[in-house]
Each structure stands twice: as structure tokens, then as C-alpha cells.
T-cell receptor
């Protein structure tokens, strides 16, 4: 079974627009991570936010975490064609540390 | 520094045949994961190692799947015999301790015909 669920499952926007993806999870966590996967490739780590943090930035990425709602969002600003990929959230639970549990992903398409 | 290396990249086998995947993690990473990813889905954990010890194999179908990590470095994942439903991408990842980011290999795409 998977812990997180991303929403929407698919998102298509124009280049230059902002893209927002959401992740909901079920159990208490130590941290939440976002990964990107280009077609036919492995996953690449984007950003990690700890349970005591509410917001984190990295370049054009902005991640928020609301532990009371058990949800997180990933915002990509000024999207580029190269951002086309699948995006996954992964939670690191408090119990059974070091176990990353992935959601089903959001398929993002950036149209030129 | 090389990342996580997996081989082979692709494998096509007939059902009931055995198959093995190999993973070389990043040097110094004590934690090693094997995930299975079906088309359009997120990765699902099969087994996690801390050094040479399998600390979480609850999702590994033990009737046909086996894994080992000799000397706490390289790891192999084996399926015997393979079934049609085993067709998927098998991903290996490694990380440092304490819930840090995981580094993934390119994966092995298995097709069982």
C-alpha cells in the first residue's frame, strides 16, 4: 500500500506558468520529500522538508507542509519544457525510520 | 563520483525463468532499497537493507523473490520463477542514515513474456 496521494494525477500547463501539485498522507511523519522522474529514468531528489518546518524554497521550487492536515504542496514557478516529468512525494515515517513511502505521482506536461 | 549503478537496464525473459538484478550503491551509503514500479504508479518498497541486514522485507514476495547484500555493499535481487505480473521497473536506491534523501539508479525494466 502507498502512503501518499498526489493530486492532480495529471497536469498540463503552458511554459512560463506556475505548476502546483499536492500530496496527502496518512500517518505521522519525520519528513516529506519530493522527487522528479523523467520518462524511463530513475527518481531524482528535489527537496526535503522536515515535520517541524512549514515552508522551504529551492530555486524555482517552493514546498509547504501542513502536518495538521497531513498535506504538502509543491509549487514550480516559471515552468520550463524541461520540467515535464512525473513528480512524487515520499514520506519518511516516525516509526520505522529510513523507510520512504511514495505516492502515485503527478504527471506534469509543460507545453511550449 | 558515480551514482547508484544498476544492471542490466533492460531484461526480457519468458515466464517461469529466473532473473537477477544487480545494484552498486553510492560509496558510504549504508542504507539500500529495492523498489518495484509498475507503469503509471509510484515506487513500492520491496526490501530495505541497513548494511548487510535486511531490516524491512515485509513487501517482498518471499515465495519467488530473494535478495542479498554481501559485505554490506552491492546487492542482488532475484526472481525465480518469474511470472507475467512481475513485469515492471526495478529500482535500487541508497542513502545515508536518518531519513535523508535517497539516490536512485536508472532502474532495470523487466518484461516477462
Amino acid at each position: 500500500s502507498q502512503q501518499g496521494e498526489e493530486d492532480p494525477q495529471a497536469l498540463s500547463i503552458q511554459e512560463g506558468e506556475n505548476a502546483t501539485m499536492n500530496c496527502s498522507y496518512k500517518t505521522s511523519i519525520n519528513n516529506l520529500q519530493w522527487y522528479r522522474q523523467n520518462s524511463g529514468r530513475g527518481l531524482v531528489h528535489l527537496i526535503l522538508i522536515r515535520s517541524n518546518e512549514r515552508e522551504k524554497h529551492s530555486g524555482r521550487l517552493r514546498v509547504t507542509l501542513d502536518t495538521s492536515k497531513k498535506s504538502s504542496s509543491l509549487l514550480i514557478t516559471a515552468s520550463r519544457a524541461a520540467d515535464t516529468a512525473s513528480y512524487f512525494c515520499a514520506t519518511g515515517p516516525i516509526q520505522g525510520a529510513q523507510k520512504l513511502v511514495f505516492g502515485q505521482g503527478t504527471r506534469l506536461t509543460i507545453n511550449p | 563520483e558515480a551514482g547508484v549503478v544498476q544492471s542490466p537496464r533492460y531484461k526480457i525473459i519468458e515466464k517461469k525463468q529466473p532473473v537477477a538484478f544487480w545494484c552498486n550503491p553510492i560509496s558510504g551509503h549504508n542504507t539500500l532499497y529495492w523498489y518495484r514500479q509498475n507503469l503509471g504508479q509510484g515506487p513500492e518498497l520491496l526490501i530495505r537493507y541497513e548494511n548487510e541486514e535486511a531490516v524491512d522485507d515485509s513487501q517482498l514476495p518471499k515465495d519467488r523473490f530473494s535478495a542479498e547484500r554481501l559485505k554490506g555493499v552491492d546487492s542482488t535481487l532475484k526472481i525465480q520463477p518469474a511470472e507475467l505480473g512481475d513485469s515492471a521497473v526495478y529500482l535500487c536506491a541508497s542513502s545515508l542514515p536518518l531519513n535523508t534523501e535517497a539516490f536512485f539508479g536508472q532502474g532495470t525494466r523487466l518484461t516477462v513474456v
